[in-house]
């Protein structure tokens, strides 16, 4: 139990500084800040009352910080789970969702005790791709209604069917709440011009509200759609009917593979932020426990924030501490200023969610995927489709099983083309070799299943040495997961200040990396046909850091 689970947090307490602690406080209070707005807009988009949002965002992230496995991940609700919410509370209700949130927690418990963080990495990034981008999608669609301020009471669950809908009732457009929604989106992309102290989507929310209410503008706001919204916290036990607990497994297992992946996710994502490392399986620990725990307050269900993260390390967070001084800003900010959150108008939520689904949407990775391997296009575009038009658990389940076809396709049609002798590289002796110069080989394709492993030793390996060789002989092809993973490797490494050297890279692997960051980040000069040429350009490049640093020392 010890080594699968030990909070990030018991680690860098051990020499925590003062200076540390500044940092952690600052940081804290900024992604405190950042948090609000989205917070409420996440619980609205849900179908929820705003306090709901910030509660999970409080008690959620209070725990995903204290009993992590990441030293900077920032729990919260997220975008990804309001379709998911949106149609539990359309069909069990609200106790109905409390008690899924808990089973997915229980799951996500089991799944860390199991030892299965790193199962995770076996779902191909194509794959996270297409959900993350089709989830975007249904966002954005879930919120023309609020941002145009059309008059319709019911909007229908099926994507297709909403925007019908929308489209015949487009003459009851509100053209000031259309006009808020628009300077919503503008002040939460454009104002970091002005300052990146204070969020955009905060600017956005205070100025709509106020304009509402000096100008009395007439557009719908979130006390017309909850009423009055409680600035307190109290314990909500649901009604649990055991005889229906079987309805709830489906649910609380999507809600628990997603969480699962979103965090760990965020959680990789930091990782190559600050050059650390998160321990998996404690993090799916926390995530479970976390929620376990925020229903009985009345909260949604809770995982590591991407968005968020990314701005707790930007602004300097060094621990989980962090964490915790984001969920005491946002518990301050609930009691003393959480009246006035029923003043905001719902345009101007609809605008910032609008911007969230845009920046989850990964448009650009979208479409370097679309220009990629014949089987990474099926993958993405399938789970994409079926995440907007079927079911975001379905999306999953279909996009794993025919990954793992498609891959035996691929590796069928790629015995059969490949010749007896993979690679002309002859030196197998490296003693030659002078001392600062590493060596690390893949072996066989670098896709989906294998490219978290081999890049994770790429960076113990690397960071042992001040150049390192990557011999790529017998890798016949790389798909977009490897190139994913790949990349976050030598990201860590550049970062450590060391030098990356490609060999013995193929055609196919050469064309694939020029479509990818991977290739500027290496740079043409650094990508060799032969180990030989690529030992003589360590060489070379380490009597230069040589001569440079004896410069730098006289």
Avoid at 525 to 551: M, P, V, W, Y
Wanted: glycine residues 10%.
């Amino acid at each position: 139990m010890g080594v699968i689970f030990k909070p990030k947090l018991l680690t860098v307490l051990k020499n925590y500084s003062s200076r540390q602690f500044s940092s952690d406080l600052l940081a804290g209070i900024v992604v405190g800040i950042v948090a609000l707005p989205l917070a409420i807009a996440f619980a609205v988009a849900s179908g929820v009352s705003p306090e709901k949002g910030l509660i999970t965002a409080i008690v959620g992230g209070f725990l995903i910080s204290l009993l992590g496995g990441s030293r900077v991940q920032i729990g919260g609700p997220t975008g990804a789970f309001i379709v998911i919410i949106y149609s539990i509370l359309a069909e069990y209700g609200f106790d109905g969702l409390l008690i899924s949130t808990i089973m997915a927690g229980i799951f996500l418990v089991i799944f860390g005790l199991l030892k299965l963080g790193a199962l995770l990495k076996y779902f191909p990034h194509p794959l996270v791709v297409g959900f993350t981008s089709g989830i975007a999608l249904v966002i954005f669609s879930t919120q023309i209604r609020d941002a145009l301020g059309l008059e319709i009471q019911n909007v229908p669950a099926g994507f297709i069917a909403k925007w019908a809908t929308y489209w015949g009732h487009l003459t009851t457009i509100n053209l000031c709440a259309a006009a808020l929604a628009a300077g919503s989106i503008l002040l939460a992309i454009f104002s970091k011009k002005v300052t990146r102290r204070i969020p955009g989507s905060l600017i956005a929310i205070v100025l709509g509200t106020v304009a509402v209410q000096v100008f009395n503008i007439p557009v719908p706001t979130i006390e017309s759609f909850f009423g009055n919204i409680p600035n307190t916290i109290g314990i909500r036990l649901p009604a649990v009917d055991f005889n229906q607990l079987g309805n709830y497994i489906q649910p609380a297992v999507t809600i628990a593979l997603l969480g699962a992946i979103e965090s760990l996710l965020s959680a990789v994502v930091a990782d190559g932020m600050i050059g650390g490392h998160h321990r998996s399986n404690t993090e799916l620990i926390a995530q479970g426990v976390a929620n376990i725990v925020t229903p009985f307050f009345g909260g949604i269900p809770t995982t590591g924030a991407i968005a968020r993260t990314a701005t707790n390390i930007k602004n300097g967070a060094k621990t989980p501490l962090a964490g915790i001084f984001h969920a005491v800003t946002l518990l301050l900010i609930m009691l003393f200023f959480g009246r006035w959150v029923k003043l905001i108008p719902m345009a101007s939520l609809a605008g910032i969610l609008m911007v969230v689904a845009y920046n989850m949407s990964e448009w650009r990775t979208f479409r370097s995927i679309l220009k990629g391997s014949f089987f990474d296009i099926i993958v993405l575009l399938t789970t994409f489709f079926l995440t907007v038009l079927v079911d975001l658990s379905v999306a999953i389940q279909v996009g794993v099983v025919l990954s793992a076809l498609l891959f035996m396709k691929r590796m069928a049609d790629m015995g059969k083309s490949l010749p007896a002798v993979v690679d002309t590289d002859i030196i197998e002796d490296y003693s030659g070799l002078p001392k600062g110069i590493g060596i690390y080989e893949i072996s066989g394709p670098l896709f989906f299943a294998s490219a978290k492993q081999f890049c994770e030793v790429l960076k113990s390996t690397g960071l042992k040495s001040r150049i390192i060789i990557i011999r790529m002989r017998h890798v016949p092809f790389v798909d977009s997961t490897g190139l994913q993973n790949l990349k976050e490797a030598i990201k860590i490494l550049i970062h450590s200040d060391i030098k990356v050297i490609l060999s013995g890279v193929n055609e196919n692997v050469y064309n694939d990396l020029k479509k990818t960051s991977v290739y500027p980040m290496i740079g043409a000069g650094s990508i060799f046909e032969t180990f030989d040429q690529a030992a003589e350009e360590a060489k070379k490049r380490l009597k230069e850091l040589s001569i440079s640093n004896r410069d730098k020392k006289g």
